[in-house]
């Protein structure tokens, strides 16, 4: 989970027979406070501050579970090119420069963005609009029209386009969208490149 994200735990507990008890008193513990809090009235827990390791039990009366551990990710909150957004490629180039984005966190560190690693970056051509790879005149450089690149230590993720076939269009424009754990949209999302065939 993202720091200031919720995650609802769903907690059962059961007699020595292995049966469910329904309306059973629950109450969750968090055994790491700096890096979580417990939401009592919907039975979550919160991320307070990016971390692994943190912890959290159930406790029913004298039961007490197994501890779950919960890695806190320092939030996304913004996205954008390094680099050039467009790139005109030689009649001898079989594929396009990387097309590169950075992923970061402006929160953890005041004035100093923090490159964030290991997030998905989503790259989809999107003009012009091919009805299949196949009957596709340019890919992406995984010889489809959508792809997930990782963000290296540094925060980049890169892609690049490549020539499909005899002829290509005259340009090809490629989104690259980021998403935070709960799904909503890095600001800056998507971030647009052009990749002209002369």
Do not use: C
């Amino acid at each position: 989970m993202e720091e200031g994200d919720t995650l609802r735990l769903v907690v059962r507990v059961f007699d020595r027979g292995g049966d469910s008890i329904p309306g059973a008193a629950v109450r969750l513990v968090v055994l790491d406070t700096l890096l979580l809090a417990v939401d009592s009235a919907d039975q979550a827990v919160v991320g307070r501050k990016p971390g692994a390791g943190a912890r959290v039990v159930a406790i029913s009366g004298v039961l007490q579970s197994d501890p779950l551990a919960v890695a806190v990710l320092a939030i996304a909150d913004s996205v954008g090119p390094s680099g050039a957004t467009v790139d005109t490629l030689a009649t001898t180039d079989s594929a396009s420069a990387p097309l590169t984005v950075g992923l970061y966190d402006l929160h953890s560190a005041p004035g100093t963005p923090t490159p964030l690693g290991g997030r998905r970056i989503s790259y989809a051509i999107v003009l012009p609009l091919f009805a299949s790879r196949d009957s596709a005149t340019a890919v992406l450089g995984n010889d489809s029209l959508t792809a997930t690149a990782l963000t290296a230590s540094t925060g980049l993720a890169a892609m690049t386009v490549k020539r499909k076939g005899a002829t290509q269009p005259d340009s090809v424009v490629v989104e690259a969208t980021a998403r935070r754990a709960s799904g909503a949209v890095v600001p800056g999302s998507p971030v647009r490149f052009v990749v002209r065939f002369p």
